[in-house]
Each structure stands twice: as structure tokens, then as C-alpha cells.
């Protein structure tokens, strides 16, 4: 029979109105804009019972004898049936719910939102079973198998998600939805289904038709389309029996198909062509289908199986009423297929030779033919597109272009498509903001102190502005067949990489500098002064993971100089910023929230934060703004829900501490040993003083442990000179003469074995060496022994040429006790691993200026007495213990004199050693920032 439609009745206010069943089929539930949620008992009651719910309500679901409602409080609230009480909430967004969904043979509900999320909740809520965060927009609808093996979500972003639930990863993406950032924006809400018997099928809209997928191997099975369907379909729905489905326009055109064969059973227009919002299949299986329009008009259409609907109760048996009537044809065929398959040896049967010869087997169940089916093969995750780092997603109406240590750059798109870009920089002394016309629709942008550059696809155009003087302007246009996909602008360089797989690179000014072709498809740039690093697919993606690699190229003059490193990346995850530290040092994040610094020296890469420690919510992500290695920090925004900053209000930036990820960090051995491992691998402002108490703490926590060879184990590490003599004395102090004798001969041992261990050393480095591009600084015979956790830069030159011998150790002037003593006392004493050392780590000042000092009491330049007394009263004290305070300031003062009348004949031999020794090196508080990348500082022969 042909397909019918009942006339229209007011349900809801204007706007996207959604429907469903009760699962006896008795009562039709909507739920609209006006915020009510309505039970009819059929399409032609005129008193449907009405409840209000909140401002709004836009899913409403039936599930055992519960109705769950998507309200204005971004929640999923239970009710119950008939009576309406609230029952509890099942879940909560930060946005609001656009699709509630579920099905009688799954024990749970299916809930995606406008806040990029969906989730797999239980029916009496809970934490979720399943969060699914990898979307880049909003979540338009869900679809879950029937065997609760699968899920599907649909989104802004424009890409068909599949997922698995047991690994809960994506196993399929498919690009089919248009882009849209608000779900009241949408027009196509792409709705999906799952064949509901076995979950064999799944059926999305692709433009004008419906696409059916193969579960197995992902494939196309099918697609449905009509000649009379001229506009895209929005959304498709399989028939309680799996055997139709049905589909919906945005001009309110309804079809309906019979899956098996691909017949249309007929099109029904829409009265006024409104767009349908939502469809629901009666559970009966009497062919009839309810649905409602973005205008609140309820609809009804019987007669969809191409059967009289009202002839469908009275059979009373639903299985009888989906069965397909067979023709006496194909009964004299399957008689015949029966009598010819039988157990009789000398029959012969083809299907038995097959499965002998070709090992090709036959399911009874399956009406093909297996020898026809295509073997599942192992499927790889999609390779990641070219990204803008420091960007929001393109599609966004009010979005950054960029946000580094620089500026802010933002893009603002109206509804009648015009465009705009405004600069906004940190520091408004190096240039004024600057508002432009965006008529060329860039799409990309990068700000550096000397040079914005804006960039478009198509057509493809690179222009740049100056900030330097006059801020003058200039463009270059990419040849016909390539187009922009990423650009970058420090402060020496413009680069560009482009789908032919080349790198351009200009001068700030706009001299074109180079052209390099890139060995794979380009993800993203990133640059530092005059250094650019490329990020490419090295290889085909995985089964789960993305294969990168990063080229680090420098220019100088006309020389270019590169080295490839591989990118790493936590398991199953993507790069989503790729950037460069204050001092040079490459970094990458992912999306799994781990940020990682490219050690240039040693030529690894450290994971420095793990920023999902600072997340309260599951699903709180963090978008890297630039990165601090002198400070030790990291500036990042927090995004509460979504992966990306919104641009009104305008988000705050926090700090983050670096923590290199070691074991047990909740412990003080693991904090000191992360930050001497901290302080090895970054460029930190640590002076030499906390460096020699951080160590020395840890030194002391594994004598009081007694684990002495794993102190003797960690001076040999540290290899500082100075440091030896204050160990020795803590672990005579405690009793540790056997450790105190071993740290005493450590030095001459060191002397013996330090020119077999450069010979080594050095031919080991020379071996790098050759195979090395990327050197930062020039390996010096002499730091082939410099401590391996202690920051490097500390250390002064003049050190290295020192003879490695322990200096005598005093417990305090004037005394020549034997410190090495045994006291039984002072073991007994000791309270905690640490008092001892703070009173030894007064000593690494003294022996610091003894090595300038002779005389501990004598003045420094320009030091008054008050000075001088206060640094020097505990010593006089101790020399002079009879004497009271005002007899020991009297007694200092005498002191003082004499003293500096005796420095004063040795100034100029003193002034010129001190002279020696800053001009050797200088502390790392007073030295001066360098670059990791001084490498390609090339100097002229």
C-alpha cells in the first residue's frame, strides 16, 4: 500500500523539538523549545498530558518504564512513568544535551553534547562507562550496536566517529558533516542508526543519499538515494525489525527503504517544507513512524511497510507481522537446494568441493556467498592533518589564529561573512595593536617581535607585516598547484610549508631564502630566531599510533644546516602544539596532556609536565601558550570541557611548575632527584649553592637510610670537587668512618683514572661526532668528566684545571681536630637525615671563599664593619668564648682594623686574582642567556 500522512498537529513552540515511543508503543513523548514534555496517546489526542521541565528541553528517551529529558541545566533527568517524578539525574554536561538515545536490547543510555563530549552512562547514572573527548566540536548525535561492541558520534568538526568500546578508541572516522560550531546552527544533524538485530549494519547520511557500512570490515555495503530527493538528507533511522529505513531532508522530505533489495517504498513532502528535527519508529512493527520539524508540528506516516498499518494489531504476534513473504519460486528452489545437499557420499555437491579445495565454508544463516566477501583487513588510524600550533579550530565564528609569548591574534567572523583580525601584543611598548579587514580570508596566522604573517588555502598567499620601523607590508603568491598548509614567523625567519610537500622560507623583510623539500607530508611548524622545526608523517599511521619526525633547520648567512629527531608520542594520541622554550629548546605536546622538551646536548627528549595532574575534570584539557625553562615554568590556559580557549570572556593564563615524571615524587629522595635531573636537562636559574644543598640532602637521606653505597654511588655521580670534603665530614659525623675513608681516597682516584677516561670518552664523542649535524657547543676535553647532574654552567673554569684533591676539612677555625674522629654521641643526637647537613652546608660558602680568602676574617671589598661583624660573629664567638656580647663587638672592632690594615698591602695582588677568576667564568646567576640552537653560530675561518 502506498505510504500515507496523517495531518500535522501543533506540539511544541518554534524550534528543535525531538520524539520518541514508550516501548509498548502506546504513547508518543515529545519535548520542545517552550521547555514541556508531552505524552500522547496517539497523533489525534487532543489533551496530552504536559509537563514542564525547565526553559527548554531538547532529547527526551523512553527506557524501562523511565523517560530520561535533556534540560537547560545541561543534565539528563529521570522520570518516572506515568506518574513524572523526578528520579534521579543520569549525567551532567557543561553544555547543552543534543542527543538522548538508547535501544531494548542495551542496559544503558547514550548522551552526547554541545561541549564536544558524549558519553555511555548507566541507567541509574553514576560515573559514565565510556567518555568519548577526541571531537573538535559539538556532538550533533549517537548511535550505539546493539551488542554494546560499537558506538558512533557525529560532529561539528565534520568527521563520523566510530569507536570501540571495550578499547575505547576510534576505529573509524568518516568526513561527512558539515562544519558547524553551535548545534542550533546545524541544519544536518546527521542522526545515525546501528541495524538493530545483530548490529551488522550502520547507516549515516552522506549528502543526498544514506551510506551503509559493513561492521566487520568498515566498508561500504550499500547506499540508498531517490531521483525525487534533491537537497541533503539529515538524518536516517532503521525500522524496529532492521528489514527499512527510513531517512529525512532539510526540506522535509521523509523516505523510506527496504534494506534487502534497495526499493523505495515511497517519498512523503513536508506540508510547509520544515526542516524534521527527529523521527521515532513505532516498537509494534506496524510499519508506523511518528516524527516532529525545527517549526513544533507533530506528524505521523502509516502504511510504511507498503502494508495496511491498522491490520498489523489484530495479528497480535510482531515476529509473524516483519516476516518478508516468500514466493512459491523460491520454496521449489530451497526443496530443491535441501533434496541435492545430502548426506549421500555419492552425491555431489559444489558447495562441498569448495569447502575442500578452497577452504571457503558456508554459513547457513548468511544469504552470501562468503567466497564474495572481502576479508577484514586490519584498519590504521587516519593520519593527522595539517594544524596551525597556538590555534582554535578554523570553523569557529570568533577564534585565535595564534596566541604565543608574544601577542594574541584573534579572527572574528559576522553572520553575513565578513571577517576581521585583531593583534593584540603582551607588551604594548614593542608595537601598538593593529586591526584589519581579513578580505583575503586567512585562515592561518603566526606572530613573532618582528613580523606577522597571515595565510590562506585558496587562494594560496602568504602576506606579512613588518613590526620593525614603518611596519611595511608585503605578499608573495604560491605557484597554481600548491596551497599554504602551515606557516611560522620568528624573529629572523618567515616559513611556510605547503601540499607540495616544500618548505619556503623569507627573510622578515621578504627576500626569499630557501626552498626545501620536505620527505613527508607536513603536520605543523615552529620556529626560534633563525631556526625552523618541521614537524612530517615519516611513515604511514599505525594501527593506533601517528609516526613523526621533526627536521631542525638553522640558517646563517648562506649555510643551512638540519638534523632529523624522531617526535615521540604517548600511546594512541595525536600532537596538538609544537613550539620552542625562551632559551630554543624544541617542545611538543599531545593530546593526552604530556608536554616534552628536546635536550639539544644530549640529544633526547624529556617529558617535563603532565598537565592532566593539574585538571579537576575528566574532561579538562590545556592549551600551551609558550614555555619557560630559566623560570621553570609552563603558561597554559585551562580549558574547562573543551579542548580550546573561547575568546569571550577572555580566558586567564596559569603557570605551571616543570616536573620531570620520576618514581615516588611524593617522597623527598624522589623530589630531590627530580630536580637535579630538572636542572641537568634545562637551562634553569639555579646558582651553585642550591645545586650543592640539593645534593647534599640527598647524599644525607641515603646515609641515614644506610644504603652507603648508594652515597658513595651518587658522589661519583656528581663529581664536584668541593662537595667531596662536606660529605666526608657529614658521614664522620654519623659514624660512617668506612663511607668517610672511601670519599676521602674518591679523589685521588678520580686523578689516577681521568686520563684513561678522557682517552675513552673522547673517542666515543669523536665517533658522534661524525655522525652529528646538530651540535650546540664543542665538546672540550675537560668537561669529558663534569658531573653529570649538577648544572654545567655553574661550574667554573678554573675548576677543571685544578688539581682533584680533597681540601682539608676544619669543623672551624683555629681548631685541628681530627674530623674523621668517631663521636659516639653525635649519633646518638641526630634526629633527622637533615640537621646535620644544614649545619654543613654552611661550609659551602666557606670553602667557596676560602679558594678567594685566605684569612676567613679578612674584609671584602667595600665591606663595612656592620657587615663584616654579622658574617664573622659566630667565629669570633667560638675563638673567643669568655668574652660577653659588648666585650666581643669591642673585641671585633679591633679585629677589623687589623685585618684590614693587613689586606690593604695585598689589594693589588688580591684584585688581580679575583680578576682571574671572574674573567675564567662566572657564576650562573651573573652569566649571560644563550641559546640552545648556538650551534649554528658559525664562525668564519
Not at 19 to 34: A, F, N, P, R, W
Not at 283 to 302: F, S
Not at 475 to 484: A, C, G, L, Y
Request: aromatic letters at 6%; glycine letters at 6%.
Amino acid at each position: 500500500m502506498k505510504i500515507e500522512s496523517k495531518p500535522l498537529r501543533y506540539a511544541h513552540a518554534e524550534g528543535h523539538t525531538d520524539v520518541c515511543y514508550s516501548e509498548d508503543g502506546q504513547h508518543i513523548i515529545t519535548c520542545g523549545h517552550d521547555g514541556d514534555v508531552r505524552i500522547w496517546i496517539d497523533i489525534d489526542d487532543d489533551d496530552p498530558n504536559s509537563h514542564c521541565v525547565g526553559e527548554s528541553a531538547l532529547a527526551v528517551c523512553f527506557k524501562d518504564k523511565r523517560l530520561y529529558v535533556a534540560n537547560d541545566n545541561h543534565a539528563v533527568q529521570a522520570y518516572t512513568f506515568p506518574a513524572f517524578d523526578k528520579d534521579g539525574i543520569v549525567t551532567r554536561f557543561t553544555a547543552p544535551v543534543t542527543q538522548i538515545m538508547s535501544s531494548p536490547q542495551i542496559e544503558a543510555l547514550g548522551c552526547c553534547s554541545e561541549n564536544m563530549e558524549a558519553k555511555i552512562c548507566s541507567l541509574e547514572g553514576g560515573a559514565p562507562l565510556f567518555v568519548m573527548t577526541e571531537h573538535k566540536g559539538p556532538v550533533l548525535s549517537i548511535a550505539l550496536c546493539p551488542h554494546m561492541k560499537y558506538a558512533a558520534t557525529a560532529c561539528g568538526d565534520g568527521v563520523l566517529r566510530i569507536w570501540d568500546i571495550d578499547t575505547q578508541k576510534v576505529v573509524k572516522e568518516v568526513v561527512c558533516v558539515p562544519k558547524i560550531n553551535t548545534f542550533y546552527a546545524a541544519k544536518i544533524l546527521c542522526r545515525i542508526s546501528f541495524e538493530p538485530s545483530e548490529g551488522k549494519y550502520l547507516a549515516y547520511p552522506n549528502n543526498r543519499e544514506i551510506i551503509l557500512l559493513d561492521c566487520e570490515s568498515w566498508g561500504q555495503r550499500m547506499s540508498f538515494t531517490h531521483s525525487s530527493i534533491k537537497c541533503a538528507i539529515s538524518q536516517c533511522l532503521f525500522s524496529p525489525c532492521g528489514q527499512y529505513l527510513t531517512g529525512s531532508t532539510v526540506a522535509g522530505q521523509i523516505a523510506v527503504w527496504e534494506v534487502q533489495t534497495g526499493t523505495c517504498m515511497g517519498i512523503i513532502e513536508h506540508p510547509t517544507s520544515h526542516n524534521i528535527s527527529a523521527m521515532s519508529w513505532n516498537p509494534k512493527g506496524n510499519g508506523v513512524l511518528v516524527y516532529c520539524d525545527v517549526a513544533g508540528q507533530l506528524g505521523m506516516l502509516v502504511n510504511c511497510y507498503g502494508k495496511d498499518s491498522s491490520k498489523f494489531g489484530s495479528m497480535g504476534d510482531s515476529e509473524d507481522i516483519e516476516m518478508v513473504q516468500k514466493d512459491d519460486n523460491d520454496d521449489i528452489v530451497d526443496n530443491l537446494i535441501q533434496n541435492y545437499e545430502s548426506d549421500d557420499d555419492n552425491a555431489i555437491s559444489l558447495e562441498k568441493i569448495k569447502n575442500d579445495t578452497l577452504g571457503i565454508h558456508m554459513d547457513p544463516d548468511d544469504s552470501r556467498p562468503q567466497s564474495r566477501q572481502v576479508a577484514p583487513v586490519p584498519t590504521t588510524v587516519p593520519a593527522q592533518a595539517p594544524f596551525q600550533s597556538s590555534s582554535t579550530p578554523s570553523h569557529l565564528e570568533h577564534r585565535y589564529m595564534c596566541w604565543n609569548d608574544v601577542g594574541i591574534v584573534r579572527c572574528h567572523t559576522a553572520e553575513n561573512g565578513e571577517s576581521s583580525i585583531d593583534i593584540e601584543f603582551h607588551d604594548s611598548n614593542m608595537h601598538h595593536g593593529i586591526h584589519l579587514n581579513n578580505y583575503l580570508n586567512h585562515t592561518m596566522a603566526s606572530l613573532s617581535s618582528t613580523v606577522l604573517a597571515l595565510a590562506c588555502e585558496t587562494p594560496s598567499k602568504l602576506v606579512c607585516i613588518s613590526l620593525v620601523g614603518s611596519s611595511k607590508e608585503w605578499s608573495v603568491s604560491m605557484p597554481d598547484t600548491e596551497e599554504i598548509l602551515c606557516v611560522v614567523a620568528t624573529s629572523g625567519l618567515v616559513a611556510c610549508a605547503t601540499n607540495a610537500r616544500l618548505l619556503r622560507l623569507f627573510t622578515p623583510m621578504g627576500t626569499q631564502r630557501q626552498v626545501i623539500s620536505l620527505p613527508g607530508p607536513v603536520v605543523t611548524l615552529a620556529g626560534f630566531n633563525t631556526s625552523v622545526f618541521v614537524v612530517y608523517h615519516k611513515t604511514d599511521p599505525g594501527l593506533t599510533d601517528q609516526h613523526l619526525a621533526m627536521d631542525i633547520i638553522a640558517i646563517n648567512g648562506r649555510q643551512v644546516r638540519s638534523k632529523t629527531v624522531e617526535l615521540p608520542l604517548t600511546p594512541s594520541s595525536k600532537l596538538t602544539w609544537i613550539g620552542s622554550s625562551d632559551v630554543g629548546s624544541p617542545c611538543a605536546y599531545d593530546n593526552t596532556g604530556i608536554l616534552r622538551l628536546y635536550d639539544i646536548a644530549s640529544g633526547v627528549w624529556v617529558p617535563i609536565c603532565d598537565t592532566s595532574t593539574h585538571s579537576k575534570g575528566v574532561s579538562d584539557t590545556w592549551f600551551i601558550v609558550s614555555l619557560s625553562e630559566p623560570s621553570q615554568t609552563v603558561r597554559a590556559i585551562l580549558c574547562r570541557g573543551t579542548s580550546f580557549p573561547l575568546t569571550a570572556p577572555k580566558p586567564i593564563v596559569t603557570e605551571l611548575p616543570i616536573q620531570i615524571p620520576l618514581c615516588e615524587l611524593d617522597t623527598e629522595k624522589g623530589q630531590y632527584e627530580e630536580q637535579l635531573v630538572r636542572w641537568a636537562h634545562t637551562a634553569s636559574d639555579v646558582d651553585m649553592k642550591t645545586a650543592r644543598e640539593t645534593a647534599l640532602k640527598l647524599f644525607a637521606l641515603a646515609c641515614r637510610s644506610e644504603i652507603e653505597q648508594r652515597a658513595l654511588e651518587l658522589m661519583e655521580l656528581l663529581k664536584d670537587v668541593r662537595l667531596l670534603p662536606l660529605a666526608a665530614k657529614y658521614a664522620s659525623r654519623l659514624g660512617r668512618m668506612h663511607l668517610a675513608d672511601k670519599l676521602g681516597d674518591l679523589a685521588e682516584q678520580w686523578e689516577k683514572e681521568a686520563d684513561k677516561l678522557n682517552v675513552a670518552q673522547n673517542s666515543h664523542f669523536q665517533e658522534l661526532e661524525t655522525q652529528e649535524t646538530y651540535d650546540v657547543t664543542t665538546t672540550q676535553q675537560e668537561d669529558l668528566n663534569a658531573s653529570l647532574i649538577i648544572p654545567q654552567k655553574t661550574k667554573k673554569k678554573i675548576e677543571n684545571v685544578t688539581p682533584i684533591k680533597p681540601a682539608p676539612i676544619k669543623a672551624s677555625p683555629g681548631t685541628g681536630r681530627n674530623p674523621f674522629k668517631k663521636q659516639q654521641d653525635g649519633t646518638k643526637n641526630v634526629a633527622s637525615p637533615l640537621t646535620l647537613t644544614e649545619r654543613i652546608l654552611v661550609d659551602v660558602h666557606a670553602t667557596n671563599d676560602s679558594t678567594e680568602n685566605e684569612d676567613p676574617l679578612t674584609p671584602l671589598n667595600g665591606e663595612t664593619f656592620v657587615d663584616w661583624f654579622s658574617r664573622n660573629k659566630s667565629t669570633l664567638g667560638e675563638q673567643n668564648p669568655d668574652l660577653t656580647p659588648s666585650e666581643l663587638t669591642r673585641h671585633g672592632i679591633r679585629t677589623f682594623k687589623s685585618v684590614q690594615s693587613k689586606s690593604s698591602t695585598g689589594e693589588g695582588a688580591q684584585k688581580r686574582k679575583l680578576d682571574e677568576a671572574s674573567e675564567s667564568v662566572s657564576p650562573i646567576a651573573n652569566a649571560p642567556k644563550q641559546s640552545k640552537l648556538s650551534a649554528f653560530a658559525f664562525q668564519k675561518k
